[in-house]
């Protein structure tokens, strides 16, 4: 694990908050203008670790959430800060059935999926589902007592039925909206990366998502903070 | 009008063919490497028209369609080749219930919406459907005999109740996969952009899409570039 240049790719202002903060990240400004994503820099012992989130939306003020969004900030980011491990660092849906509890924080491993990409032609539904292999974290998460589980986006922050078929058709223990998109751009450039994911509702519960999520969103990004730290305290200590 | 540099953005290669070919346009390789995008370049009269596929999924050998790819060809294609004008044509569903018919080519106007980006926080709902305002076609249509209309794009070739349920309140005409996407990215730049959309099956009768798509591409796809091609003659006709 000999990684120089760390990029963290985050949609909410809101979830990076708490990791901009307590590791002295500096804001400068634009990534890559007129793009709206948000570059801060910075460093953590040895290694150069950056953080990029999608910034606004000019038209509706709200943070660029979402699959597309991801896609353009990944690219970016790679173009303008070469990294050489990528990681999504966010907020998650999780599953009762699966083990899942508010706050837990996952690594994803072995793959990333997409659950609401149906394309019913030969080769395309396969490629629809993506199941993009990424990093193995298997140590990390042993190490420091973290989850690891197949991560599943979508583009909704809701859910259909089909969207829990696909889920359960391959194992998907986290529900969120962007590590799918980053893990296809991360390896079209061969870049090393994985998604650390913390939980702020189960999905399959009886509350709205939109409800636990807003409710569980501060306490669920602090667990977030403290653990992409203690990960990144992890790769900076194992650079063999 | 005054256009002196399209960019077409394709996601299919069959799609993209005879519009290649009754260009003359040159495959110059991949347009950014290692990414997938491959690169046609043209003139037309006095126009620079070049063309930019999604490319194929190493994977799974099958194009790269849908909207995570198209913002990835978008922004790639703006950053390497600095289009004045982007057009995205494409293939799409239509809707009986609004009197579209196979063979139909829509040019979009006013806007172009998402129909399964669901998000149902306050402002991230909008955000959601996007509602892109695209360039005024309406002069182009008129003077072709083209329909124009709302197109709605998603990420799946197939749709549920939630997905006719959301085109119907913003009033979509045409169903397709990429639009909004591209729409997003070169409303960032700022730079003009529509969709011409051919029409392959109808969501709203009872033929699953993915057998009408199959069976009406290469018919829709030889309408699509006729179309495409008197849209193009008719903007270097019209450098006022």
Redesign the interface.
């Known amino acids: 694990m000999k990684f120089k240049r760390i990029v963290l790719i985050m949609a909410m202002e809101d979830e990076a908050r708490s990791i901009i903060h307590e590791l002295n990240l500096i804001h400068k400004g634009k990534l890559l203008s ?3 994503m948000a570059f801060y820099e910075g460093k953590y012992k040895s290694l150069n670790v950056d953080l990029v989130t999608s910034g606004k ?1 000019y ?4 943070d ?5 969004a991801a ?2 900030n990944t ?2 980011a790679i ?1 303008q800060l070469h990294p050489d491990l990528i990681i999504n660092p966010g907020t998650a849906g999780g599953f009762m059935s699966a083990g899942g509890n508010i706050g837990d924080v996952y690594l994803s491993y072995p793959m990333i999926c ?1 659950h ?6 030969p ?2 539904d ?3 589902v993506g199941s993009y292999y990424c990093f193995d974290t298997r140590e990390i998460a042993n190490s420091l007592g973290l989850k690891t589980g197949v991560v599943s986006t ?5 859910y ?1 039925q ?1 969207d829990l078929d696909m889920i359960k058709s391959y194992g998907g223990v986290v529900k969120e909206m962007e590590a799918a ?1 980053i893990a ?2 991360a390896d ?3 870049i090393p990366f994985f998604a650390i994911k913390s939980i702020t509702d189960l999905v399959d519960n009886s509350t ?1 998502t ?1 409800e636990e ?2 409710k569980n969103l501060e306490s669920a990004s602090f667990a977030l903070s403290r653990e992409i730290i203690r990960v990144i305290d992890f790769l900076a200590n194992h650079q063999e």
Chains 1, 2 share one sequence.
């Open positions: 007129p793009l709206p939306c038209k509706h003020n709200v660029h959430i979402g699959p597309q896609i353009l690219a970016s173009g997409y609401d990409r149906r394309i019913p032609l080769g395309f396969a490629y629809g979508g583009s909704s922050l809701d259909i089909k998109s296809w751009v079209l450039y061969k709205p939109e999520f807003l």
